[in-house]
């Protein structure tokens, strides 16, 4: 599996009520069931007019399938190919 980053443009998001977010959460579990174990949900972050959804997915047909199913737009799919944190800058490289 991919990792990947989804940025959808979602307007108003940011100002939704937990109730509504939770309705967001179960619309896209929904999808994700139909899709198993093609495509996995790890978190999302929720912007102003934006959310940023970290999914770990065989290929981005696999995302794709996943908005249309659920309902919410995949507007930018980013592969994820390294992750570095503030411990890279400690010590010698390897």
């Known amino acids: 599996m991919?990792?990947?980053?989804?940025?959808?443009?979602?307007?108003?998001?940011?100002?939704?009520?937990?109730a509504e977010l939770h309705s967001a959460a179960q619309a896209s579990n929904a999808a994700l069931a139909k899709l198993a174990p093609r495509v996995q949900w790890q978190h999302s972050y929720v912007a102003g007019n934006k959310t940023f959804c970290v999914y770990l997915a065989e290929d981005t047909d696999a995302i794709r399938e996943h908005a249309t199913l659920s309902g919410f737009p995949a507007d930018i799919i980013t592969e994820i190919t390294a992750r570095i944190d503030p411990s890279w800058g400690q010590g010698a490289a390897s």
């Open 2 to 18: 991919k990792t990947y980053v989804i940025e959808r443009d979602i307007p108003a998001i940011g100002a939704m009520a937990p």
